[in-house]
């Protein structure tokens, strides 16, 4: 069903180069300025000191998706154990926690994304890079949009009502047994011949 409010969106990164994050910022500021996206980035949250592992607990967990942003780092971290604080890394282990413990519900939240400079090999495997759906943007912008907002670009027609198949009447597999009749007139009974034979054969 297509959401009756704007989608609340948390944007999951990490901070490779300047570039990276520049296109990160760009990406957020498109979805939530001219597609209407309640886009949640913390690049936009600055303006006061936070308890940011509270704040993204707090947007994973309400947000209506997640847009896991690969990334060279993005992956690194995704496979680190150490970096504890890493802010990204934190969110990494919340998705595959979330995956691990109720994949039905998280499976169709978490939507990996691929920005311009990246590829799918930039994806932690976790996430399915190859084996399920990704959004390589600008290509699939759109079907991306689609995902957010619940419009898909087909739907099914309604199911129409089923009918009963006619009845058939049932065809007989074993013939009905023919009454015993006799030889019909030349037609040989007997082993080997006819008796009209063997008699011809006798009286000559």
Not at 29 to 58: A, H, K, T
Request: a positive charge.
């Amino acid at each position: 069903m297509p959401v009756t409010r704007s989608p609340r969106v948390f944007v999951s990164y990490a901070g490779d180069s300047g570039a990276h994050t520049d296109t990160v910022h760009e990406f957020a500021r498109e979805l939530r300025g001219q597609l209407g996206i309640d886009v949640r980035l913390d690049l936009w949250e600055r303006d006061r000191r936070r308890d940011w592992l509270e704040w993204v607990v707090d947007q994973i967990e309400q947000g209506d998706f997640v847009l896991a942003i690969g990334s060279p780092e993005y992956k690194r971290l995704a496979a680190s154990d150490g970096e504890s604080q890493n802010h990204a890394r934190f969110q990494l282990a919340m998705l595959r926690e979330h995956l691990a413990a109720d994949r039905a519900r998280w499976l169709p939240k978490i939507l990996p994304v691929v920005l311009p400079g990246c590829s799918a090999d930039d994806l932690p495997a976790f996430l399915q890079p190859y084996s399920a759906t990704r959004y390589v943007v600008p290509a699939q912008l759109d079907e991306l949009l689609r995902v957010l907002t619940g419009r898909p670009p087909l739907r099914p027609a309604p199911a129409g009502t089923a009918r009963r198949p006619r009845g058939r009447r049932t065809r007989r597999v074993v013939p009905r047994p023919r009454a015993e009749r006799g030889p019909e007139p030349g037609t040989a009974r007997g082993r080997g011949g006819s008796g009209g034979r063997r008699r011809r054969l006798l009286a000559g």
